[in-house]
């Protein structure tokens, strides 16, 4: 594979998509292998992101790499006032690749463009987040045997949810229906509406979450957040309409999974846990296996 | 020579070999200066601005002598003068005319709209993919939003 960095889902193609899928199976099967050994990986966290961070230095771990970084910026040189420039090109010197998050918008693109090793988007800001869409279709592949012809229940905060949109992006590359189910004020935004209507795939839009999850393949939950509303009484109003509890999927079909980026705080009751439909923590350990299929994939070394 | 009783031939005329840069939009004539690296070069160069257009309002025009620019430069002043028309001078004569044409991408001219955008923290070069030609719509390289006509600045 030619590609060097990974910024954003959209710099692969469905082929290598798949390749990076296919080696995450094979890393399922074999975790620990010394294919890392004596290299280092930078894990630049410029904001914190605990569960994030702790996935990628469990994947170089098991490859036998070795893992340094900060994780928080006011324990590096940008409190000092470094630019983003001026660090890169310091730890490219430090590292044979760099691992980063940054609550700003292209970052990474910019990070990947100055860096003489590559670099992997652990997110930046509201905009990509590409080893999730991995580790999301990856679950995705592995609980349905296929990426085709899914039903895919999109709930909650569609509007500011990266993942969701990073996902619907990249499964509309298949023959994906789409249902979202979210409050007014959090409906999925018009430009990725727009974009399905253009390539011909069908989606549906509801504020309601009974009775239309019966048809998924997929329940992709998301955080509805106070903070995201205006008028908080609207939040009050619809906060318990999009919490999934377990009485709920009695009608779901036996196949169906629940995913969910993580963390929860309360759209998915806990009695959901112990049913065979909930995947979400599944997801986060296959999140390990899918970063050591990127690792190896961006360094050549599979 | 007789070009000259035609008003609207007398202001090309006046030079003897250049360019002409007509139907500017009288708002943006100082952007399209700065794009072009106008205020930069020794050449001889007239202006006017505010005059009276039959189809777009107020206008500005160019008159830069001894210059002719490459397509691709000039078609760097489509965002802001996108009904721009060059006359292309030699011998008092227009040998040609041309239309600017927005480009397929944008580099160093355009500001994102996106506040949370690296382009707007640090000093990275700013490049766009443009999606809509008319009204013009540019997509960061970096941050991947839309910068749309109405929110968009030159730099």
Redesign the interface.
């Known amino acids: 594979m030619k590609i060097r960095s990974l910024v ?1 889902i959209d710099d692969l193609t469905t082929g290598e998509i798949m390749k990076i899928l296919k080696l995450a199976a094979e890393f399922e099967k074999d975790p620990v292998q010394e294919i890392l050994h004596g290299k280092v990986v930078a894990t630049l966290f410029f904001e914190p992101s605990t569960r994030t961070r702790l996935s990628f230095e469990s994947a170089v771990n098991k490859l036998g790499g070795k893992v340094i970084g900060f994780t928080d910026s006011s324990t590096s040189s940008v409190s000092k006032g470094e ?3 001026d660090t890169i090109r310091t730890v490219n010197n430090y590292v044979d690749m760099i691992v980063m998050r940054h ?5 990474a ?2 990070a990947s463009e100055i860096s003489t090793v590559p670099v992997i988007n652990a997110g ?5 987040h590409p080893t999730q869409t991995l580790l999301d279709l990856y679950s995705i592949l592995k609980t349905q045997g296929s990426l085709d012809n899914l039903n895919i229940c999109m709930v909650g905060d569609l509007k500011y949810g990266r993942t969701v949109h990073s996902l619907l992006m990249a499964m509309s590359r298949w023959n994906t229906s789409f249902n979202f189910i979210a409050p007014e004020e959090l409906r999925m935004p018009d ?1 990725y509406k727009l974009y399905l209507d253009n390539i011909g795939l069908k989606y549906n839009e509801t504020a309601e979450l009974q009775g239309i999850i019966d048809q998924a393949d997929i329940i992709y939950m998301t955080r509805v957040q106070k903070e995201r509303f205006s008028d908080p009484i609207e939040y009050e109003k619809v906060k318990n309409a999009y919490v999934l509890h377990d009485h709920m999927l009695s009608g779901t079909k036996p196949g169906m999974r629940i995913l969910h980026p993580l963390p929860r705080v309360n759209e998915i009751n806990p009695d959901v846990d112990s049913n065979a439909k909930a995947y979400y923590f599944e997801q986060a350990l296959n999140g390990v296996y899918t970063r050591q299929a990127i690792i190896c994939t961006l360094l050549g070394l599979k | 020579m007789k070009n000259l009783t035609d008003p609207k031939q007398l202001l090309v005329s006046a030079i003897e070999s250049g360019t002409v840069i007509d139907h500017i939009p009288a708002s943006t004539l100082f952007k399209v200066i700065k794009i072009l690296g106008l205020d930069r070069i020794k050449n001889q160069i007239t202006f006017g601005t505010n005059l009276e257009s039959k189809t777009d309002g107020k206008k500005a025009i160019i008159k830069i002598a001894g210059k002719f620019f490459e397509d691709d430069d000039i078609n760097r002043i489509a965002l802001v003068a996108p009904n721009a028309k060059l006359n292309i001078i030699r011998d008092y004569q227009v040998i040609e005319k041309r239309v600017v044409a927005v480009p397929d991408t944008i580099t160093a001219i355009a500001k994102c709209m996106n506040p949370k955008c690296i382009t707007n923290y640090e000093k990275v070069t700013t490049r766009f993919k443009v999606v809509s030609k008319k009204p013009v719509a540019l997509k960061c390289h970096y941050c991947e939003k839309i910068t749309d006509q109405e929110r968009l600045e030159i730099i």
């Open positions: 954003s630019t983003l420039n609550p700003i918008e292209g970052s693109r910019y930046d800001g509201a905009n990509q430009e």
